[in-house]
């Protein structure tokens, strides 16, 4: 692991010593939603933190299907979705959130990386497409982009 960075499961995390964490939170997230979907709860966990800590305000799901069931799709800013999911998968969630035109920038994050996975998420439509694990400078950098 670099040195001058620490991990949470899943996700390298910097240190820094220029910035306190309310310092972080004024400047980045500002409030906005972001919905997690991801049936691995130290995942869920360690994304939760990660932007907690930025200043976004999360919803957790472990279901493609409780996502659906929520109204997180009408005020979600971004949604952080892993493609492989117990029941619906990732995928299928975004093809179902193209059928009612929603314009919900969509994060792919995923263990299991091919090229058939990735060509599946670029043409439902994703804003990245990660592979875990993932830095926490490259998903905030990505939330960052699909939230402006």
Same mark, same amino acid.
């Given at each position: 692991? +670099?040195?001058?960075?620490?991990?949470? +499961?899943?996700?390298?995390? +910097?240190?820094? %010593? *220029?910035? *306190?964490?309310?310092?972080?939170?004024?400047? =980045?997230?500002?409030? $906005?939603? #972001?919905?997690?979907?991801?049936?691995?709860?130290?995942?869920? $966990? &360690?994304?939760?933190?990660?932007?907690?800590?930025?200043?976004?305000?999360?919803?957790?799901?472990?279901?493609?299907? &409780?996502?659906?069931? %929520?109204? /997180? /799709?009408?005020?979600?800013?971004?949604?952080?979705?892993?493609?492989?999911?117990?029941?619906?998968?990732?995928?299928?969630?975004?093809?179902?959130?193209?059928?009612?035109?929603?314009?919900? +920038?969509? #994060?792919?994050?995923?263990?299991?990386?091919?090229?058939?996975?990735?060509? =599946? /998420?670029?043409?439902?439509?994703?804003?990245?497409?990660?592979? @875990?694990?993932? %830095? &926490?400078?490259?998903?905030? %950098?990505?939330?960052? @982009?699909?939230?402006?």
């Amino acid at each position: 692991m +670099p040195e001058g960075t620490h991990s949470i +499961p899943w996700i390298i995390v +910097p240190r820094s %010593s *220029t910035h *306190t964490r309310t310092q972080v939170c004024f400047m =980045a997230g500002q409030g $906005k939603v #972001i919905a997690i979907v991801d049936d691995d709860q130290t995942m869920q $966990k &360690a994304i939760e933190r990660l932007l907690a800590a930025h200043g976004f305000v999360t919803q957790v799901f472990a279901s493609a299907e &409780a996502f659906l069931d %929520s109204r /997180a /799709a009408n005020v979600a800013a971004c949604l952080v979705l892993d493609i492989h999911l117990d029941g619906m998968s990732g995928i299928e969630l975004r093809r179902r959130l193209n059928a009612v035109r929603s314009t919900l +920038p969509v #994060i792919f994050i995923t263990a299991a990386d091919d090229e058939e996975t990735q060509d =599946a /998420a670029t043409l439902v439509g994703c804003v990245a497409y990660l592979r @875990k694990p993932f %830095s &926490a400078t490259l998903l905030m %950098s990505e939330i960052g @982009k699909a939230t402006s």
